[in-house]
């Protein structure tokens, strides 16, 4: 068997290498990557946090963005204080983040 192997690397001589290469390209562009199925869980959580969020009285409609590192909100209520408190204790009970990284905006008319 390894004099299989042997006469076989010695007929293919420079070029075994540019297969070699060739291989692990190929192994690496068939690998998955998992970013497909990050962008999606990330979609499918802000997703739900929204359903949430409209969902608090005087909220109305919302859109939301959510980071590693921060959220924003914007809703049609956010002129009241007590919406905003809401939003925000909502948000970070959904995300752990704290209420200095969550920012909320008012949404324009129309």
């Known amino acids: ?6 006469e076989l690397a010695g007929r293919l001589g420079s070029w075994k290498y540019v ?3 060739g291989f692990v390209g190929l192994a690496l ?3 998955p990557s ?3 199925a990050e962008k999606n869980d990330a979609a499918t959580e802000e ?3 929204e359903a949430l969020l409209s969902q608090i009285e005087g ?3 919302v859109s939301l963005l959510l980071s590693d590192s921060g959220a ?4 049609q209520g956010a002129d009241s204080a007590a919406v905003r408190l809401k939003i925000t204790e909502a948000v970070r009970c959904y995300t752990g983040l ?3 990284k969550i920012e909320i905006f008012r949404m324009t008319e129309g």
């Open 1 to 6: 068997m390894k004099d299989r192997w042997k």
């Open 19 to 21: 297969l070699l290469v």
């Open 29 to 31: 562009l068939i690998w």
């Open 34 to 36: 998992g970013q497909t």
């Open 47 to 49: 997703a739900r946090l």
């Open 59 to 61: 909220v109305g409609e």
């Open 72 to 75: 924003a909100i914007v809703c």
């Open 98 to 100: 704290g209420a200095d």
